[in-house]
């Protein structure tokens, strides 16, 4: 299929989703109405006086969730075409490096704690992101070797750690008092959107777009690294430096979206294959477009999670696990997935 066509069409299907991300909720509005109240807020309009608890659900609560939303699911896309890539394992996704894991240590001990409380609402967000790159680091230092960093080692070694970091966090979680807090560490480990605020957003959209871009312009060294690394090193590609540099970006992006949604488990697993299946395995062309198909499947996950037990809310990560096992099973069962690789 056209990469170019899929892009664009995908991208106009945000747009959509984005509007009706924040039209549909536990408080139904109407359509002209929501769209109205989008454009006061981006332009800067008045409000009727008995608009203001609207304009306050629309713009302060709802706008930035689903934008946080497609942020998310566009970097967790991206990132796992970057891991699958970094590991070669077409099983990989951007939380085999335990890096989630490790971020969640840090969440759970501002929710269950109160630790950093000093900074307010980026306590949870700071010590998420601080306590993945101590994770990162951790990883890199244990998995690399006289020989280089391999896949392998990387693989087992995320593997590892991440089962120790969940250790640390259940001992986190039933040291503390129940209640609450407790609920909120779980909402937190399955993924949610709910904390969502504008001061959020800029970062991880950054973050993001910064992570893409670098990947975008070493497509076709990432087209070598999946050949193997003789091949890569006969095609002037440096697999050992590749890899380090590839392992910063995934454990950056990976970092600042777990801390400002938690781990929201699939999207980076699903997203690319059901993408190579449309464009190839070319890099280039997989990272054209799973971005846009992965923000376009966060939205609407985050959608589902707000909708389906109204006015509860479930974690956004089961609603992706929710479609991503089947999706999963069932591309088994048609040899689409490469276990071994690409």
Aim: charge should be positive.
């Amino acid at each position: 299929m056209p990469t170019t066509p899929l892009a664009v069409g995908l991208a106009l299907v945000l747009l959509v989703s984005l509007a009706c991300g924040v039209a549909l909720g536990a408080t139904g509005m109407g359509w002209g109405h929501v769209l109205r109240l989008m454009w006061a807020g981006l332009s800067g309009g008045s409000l009727a006086p008995d608009d203001a608890a609207a304009y306050t659900i629309v713009w302060e609560i709802r706008f930035p969730r689903v934008v946080l939303a497609a942020v998310v699911g566009a970097g967790l896309a991206a990132v796992g075409v970057a891991v699958q890539a970094l590991v070669r394992n077409a099983l990989a996704d951007p939380f085999v490096l335990g890096i989630s894991s490790g971020a969640a240590v840090g969440a759970n001990a501002v929710i269950l704690f109160g630790a950093l409380a000093s900074l307010g609402v980026w306590a949870l967000s700071l010590s998420a992101f601080l306590s993945a790159l101590v994770a990162t680091l951790v990883v890199y230092v244990v998995a690399r070797s006289p020989l280089g960093l391999s896949p392998l080692r990387l693989v087992l070694t995320g593997t590892a750690l991440a089962y120790g970091f969940q250790a640390v966090t259940t001992v986190m979680v039933f040291g503390a008092e129940r209640g609450e807090a407790a609920r909120a560490a779980m909402m937190w480990l399955l993924g949610s959107l709910g904390g969502a605020t504008w001061p959020k957003v800029p970062l991880a959209a950054v973050t993001v777009l910064a992570g893409w871009l670098w990947l975008r312009l070493r497509a076709g060294s990432l087209d070598a690294l999946s050949m193997g690394d003789e091949t890569a090193a006969a095609l002037g590609v440096p697999p050992d430096r590749l890899r380090r540099e590839l392992f910063v970006v995934t454990a950056a992006v990976t970092g600042t979206v777990v801390a400002v949604s938690g781990a929201i488990g699939f999207v980076g697993l699903m997203v690319p294959h059901l993408v190579r299946m449309l464009v190839g395995a070319s890099h280039a062309r997989v990272l054209a477009v799973a971005p846009f198909a992965g923000a376009v499947l966060l939205v609407w996950a985050d959608v589902l999670s707000r909708m389906l037990l109204a006015p509860t809310e479930l974690p956004v990560g089961v609603i992706t696990a929710a479609l991503g096992v089947p999706a999963f099973l069932l591309l088994m069962r048609r040899g689409g997935l490469a276990l071994t690789g690409r």
